[in-house]
Nanobody, 118 residues
Framework: VQLQASGGGLVQAGGSLKLSCQAS????????MGWSRQAPGEERELVAS???????HYADSVKGRLTISRDNARDTVYLQMNSLKPEDGAVYYC?????????????WGRGTQVTVSS
């Protein structure tokens, strides 16, 4: 099983980006999916998560600006990021709780860089 994230880049403050992350491999089912981020010198923090049924959770710092969604048919999770601030700049990682032939485990993507210029 692999998670492949894409969509990062450089954007001006106030701008928007949309991240995507698709799971692939011998997947039986996917439970929760999410996005975390890590800035230089900081710990990784959970930004947003979403259950199979669409229930979402957001960090207080991103509420109202970032929106997580998923396409269960494509095993893909998205993060729409609007009104970006310089402090949103970080490496963004997707994760998913996946049931495959070996059981249930958390998988992580490699990360995609988001840079927000002021």
């Amino acid at each position: 099983v692999q998670l492949q994230a894409s969509g990062g880049g450089l954007v001006q403050a106030g701008g928007s980006l949309k991240l995507s992350c698709q799971a692939s491999g011998s997947i039986f089912s996917i439970d929760h999916m999410g996005w975390s981020r890590q800035a230089p010198g900081e710990e990784r923090e959970l930004v947003a998560s979403i259950t199979t049924g669409g229930k979402t959770h957001y960090a207080d710092s991103v509420k109202g600006r970032l929106t997580i969604s998923r396409d269960n048919a494509r095993d893909t999770v998205y993060l729409q990021m609007n009104s970006l601030k310089p402090e949103d700049g970080a490496v963004y990682y997707c994760n998913a709780n996946i049931r495959d032939v070996e059981g249930i485990a958390d998988y992580w993507g490699r990360g995609t860089q988001v840079t927000v210029s002021s």
